[in-house]
């Protein structure tokens, strides 16, 4: 999709609305690429159906907007790129296999113990895994330095039971269909990483580049979440959000920057994402009580 260049996205679920934490995710990674006169798309993570909140695909876009946060081209659905997700699982090919084992089953172990790795169950009505061999699969991220280190915990689910890819086989199937050039995100889906790059090598895929920023926890350590129904944006308060989340970002805005836009148009130049905190949480909850 793209001859060279930056290209970023910001790649939510319409589980809800966007929050201030999700905020924070777009502005960074909106920042990232401004900065750097990238491109930055927008895809909706839509395609488990059932995570979804009715309307709130609309509510994402309404407040990107009012927050000044434009993104480049159509939106992207992941729903409509099925075909990359099954092209992905096909170019898999010897390294899957289907696995029938409840997760009852496999509850407390450490790692896949590999019951069905030798089973050539069929695919149709079970999971299928691909084959990962245990060893440390570490990765240097532009803002947490060289991580995790952990080794891979074993085959891991890249197709579901459900017949729906699982999250880092369509991640990488879609970043990749885009052009996606450099990740932004936040740092909850840091330990998920090796295994998308496990995929990547296998897929023969060159892997984008990573920055894990740190997720908005409340006082007492509880990630802002979409279901704790305390914190979906108000619209109205699109500048004030802004100011909040860029002083999180490391960016102290003067007074009267009086719309997203202005501010956005200041931070953009002094963004950088050596700013941030190397953590993989901020306590921020409270910069808007
Ligand atoms: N859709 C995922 C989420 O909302 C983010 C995917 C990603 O950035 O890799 O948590």
């Keep these: 999709m793209t001859a060279g260049g930056y290209v970023g996205r910001f790649a939510p679920t319409p589980s809800g609305p966007l929050h201030l934490g999700s905020l924070l995710t777009a502005t960074a990674s909106w920042l990232d690429a401004r900065a750097r006169n990238g491109r930055w798309l927008l895809r909706i993570d839509d395609v488990d159906a059932p995570r979804q909140a009715p309307d709130a695909e609309a509510a994402i876009l309404r407040s990107l907007r009012r927050h000044g946060l434009a993104w480049d081209g159509p939106v992207v659905r992941q729903s ?29 172990l450490e790692r896949y113990p590999g019951t069905c790795r030798n089973l050539s169950l069929p695919h149709a009505g079970n999971a299928i895994r691909v084959r990962a061999e245990d060893q440390p699969r570490t990765f240097t991220d532009r803002l947490q330095g060289r991580s995790p280190t952990t080794a891979e915990k074993g085959d891991f689910i890249v197709w579901r039971r459900d017949d729906l890819p699982a999250y880092p086989l369509a991640v990488v199937a879609d970043d990749h269909a885009m052009g996606v050039t450099h990740v932004v995100r936040g740092a909850d889906l840091l330990d998920n990483t090796p295994r998308q790059l496990h995929l990547l090598s296998r897929l023969g895929i060159q892997a984008p580049s990573y920055a894990h920023i740190p997720v908005l926890v409340t006082a007492s350590g509880e990630k802002l979440s979409k279901h704790n129904g305390v914190t979906a944006l108000d619209d109205q308060a699109a500048t004030l959000n802004l100011a909040a989340v860029l002083g999180l970002l490391g960016l102290d805005p003067p007074a009267g920057r009086t719309c997203p836009a202005r501010l956005l148009e200041w931070a953009r130049p002094r963004w950088r994402v050596s700013r941030l905190p190397r953590t993989r949480t901020i306590e921020g909850f409270t910069a808007l009580e």
């Design 80 to 108: 409509g790129l099925r075909s990359h997700h099954r092209a992905a699982l096909r170019r898999l090919g010897g390294h899957v296999f289907a696995c029938r084992c409840a997760r009852r089953e496999l509850r407390g």
